[in-house]
């Protein structure tokens, strides 16, 4: 495809500004990933709400973007060679935005990796695991009266915020004193198993000072709060 108008998902979700990087997302913890990274980067992009409650995700025209309908996904215009880049999975994103700016990953080839570690450590730890508590303590899974599987993701999220805390000790941010994609990633997890998850308690969350300092640096950041409400709800 050479042009946005191409791409069967704008016939769902129109562009007024063509010329953006298009984005197709929720304000939620992996959607907020990349709005994040698109603020703080200062990137001209157009942001289309994607409502679960109408199945927007399980349409044709999202799937034709992302066939495995989760949020976010992106287009952007300008990709490699002028030729528009459709995009999904919010690591892919972040690294993808990152290397089109020269920001967000450190320029030392060993410290860059140190970076990518730690994103992975959210797409493959944080993510699934606050994930899986947040459904068991604040959605359908909190009525199971086992609470075994519940008490597992608890676990499992207080040993992966320990291994953050350790990691944090001394340091300004997970790269030393290098703001990355990897906070980018992190810190909305953290923030929304303390807040919209309502779990600190659960997870013994105040065992956590390094966690805590560095989760309040991030969302002081005005980029952050920024990025934090996009795509605006209805």
Do not use: C, K, T
């Given at each position: 495809m050479t042009a946005l108008a191409d791409f069967p998902i704008t016939k769902k979700w129109?562009?007024?500004?063509?010329?953006r990087l298009q984005l197709y997302s929720l304000p939620t913890p992996n959607g907020v990933k990349v709005s994040i990274a698109l603020e703080e980067?200062?990137?001209?992009?157009?942001?289309?709400l994607v409502k679960f409650d109408t199945n927007d995700q399980l349409t044709p025209e999202f799937l034709s973007l992302n066939p495995n309908n989760k949020i976010p996904a992106i287009i952007d215009p300008q990709g490699p060679g002028g030729v528009p880049l459709p995009l999904f999975e919010s690591g892919a994103i972040l690294v993808y935005l990152a290397e089109k700016t020269g920001r967000l990953l450190p320029a030392d080839p060993a410290r860059r990796y140190e970076a990518l570690q730690w994103l992975m450590f959210q797409?493959?730890?944080?993510?699934?695991m606050f994930g899986q508590l947040g459904f068991f303590h604040k959605f359908a899974g909190k009525?199971?009266?086992?609470k075994r599987?519940?008490?597992?993701?608890?676990?499992?999220?207080?040993r992966l915020l320990a291994v953050l805390d350790k990691h944090l000790q001394g340091k300004t941010w997970l790269v030393g004193d290098e703001y990355t994609v990897a906070?980018?990633?992190v810190f909305p997890w953290v923030n929304n198993l303390i807040g919209f998850y309502?779990?600190?308690?659960?997870?013994?969350y105040a065992d956590f000072a390094n966690v805590e300092r560095v989760r309040a640096a991030f969302m002081a950041r005005p980029a952050v709060q920024r990025g934090m409400k996009v795509p605006a709800r209805d």
């Open positions: 129109p562009a007024a500004h063509p010329e980067l200062g990137l001209a992009y157009e942001p289309h797409m493959g730890g944080i993510g699934p009525d199971f009266e086992d599987p519940r008490d597992r993701y608890v676990a499992e999220s207080r906070d980018v990633a309502g779990a600190g308690e659960l997870v013994g």
